[in-house]
């Protein structure tokens, strides 16, 4: 594979040190009703106002077509690396505050905000960019029969693509309380902010320094040249506790004659009411959503039913598919493969799952795997996943991204080795 560097950009790094005051979120704007003004004879007519325009702009405008005159053809691989959320105070994290397993559980399957920005600058200087997920694959239909085909992407000079993924953006309550980000709010100026509550003051305010959704937002803003036609990343989202923060799960377990009933919907509603507004502005600039199962269930599982595959798959569909729009993509949890192993057979899970409209099918493994799959119209592939564990143990696979000596905050995670 031909490997092109770039000189490293020198980066400027904002601190972002931005008061709730400036940056309130729409719902809370309570504007007073205005009295129209009974213009006077020499009232001169204001002009209309011009909508601010949108910084995002920027990004998907900023390579032209004609200088997209790299191909990056099906045989040449496109990586893709997957985050959980990013732990926005590890020195709570990993503190006594949180029971001894958690912080094992935090310290193998996430990073900090300070390793993710590192990892965003070193994926920068070693030339990837930003693809959508969507354009590299794609169902065609000769002759009747559907498959699917790896596209033939168009890059600048120098660039390599690379798919980024962000498993479980749901805000689950057991991450509220390890001193997360607890969901993404649209703010006054249009953009995306995280809600935070600090966990050691109990304060809470809005913040785009402390979330991974929100960091590379502005990354991107900073560095436009890292996102092909303004691709930013794609979530990968369960629906059990609703989705970005918001509870929008649906109240079929909660029995018909219980009294809370109209209340409980009452508050659903306004939660499904306020996500919608940022899954636009996400959608807007350039982010978009897969299923990650309903429930997180195993499909790898040697008790899991077809039957409580349907069941979820129906219930993310109703309750997540309604608020994001169709995907074609699935991530499945814990990485576990359907069917025990979807890529040498395709049992009746598998078609379960495709005959609902999935088509890529993703896990998780050591490299850039993707595999076509002949009988059926799918693809199935892997994600690299930067995390403690592989930060610790897999330097050397990691090294095309960023070198983990330089990425990996020994000082705030609990003492558990390197293997480097
Ligand atoms: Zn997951």
Redesign the pocket.
Known sequence: MKHLTRPAALVLSLALTLSLAACAPRESGGEEAQTTPVPSAEAVPSPSPTPAADPYDAVRAYWSEDQLTQEWGPEQPVEHLFFHPVIAYPDYAFSDAVPADRQKGLDDWMVTVDEYKKILQSLYDKGYILVAMEDVWSEVSDGGEARMVRNTLMLPQGKKPLILSF??VNYYDYMLAEGFTSKLVLGADGQIWAQCTDPHTKETFLTQDLDATPILDNFVLEHPDFSLNGAKAIYSLTGYQGILGYRTQNDRDIPTDDPRRPEFEAFRQGEIDAVKPVIERLKETGWTFGS?TWG?INLGSETRSLASVQTDTERWLEEVGSLVGPTNILFY?HGARPDGDDWHKTGPMFQYLQSMGFRVFASVGVNDFSYIKTDISAVICDRLHPDGTTLRWSRDRYLQFYDAKDIIDLAVRPDLGVGW
């Open positions: 498993d479980d990650h997180h949890p």
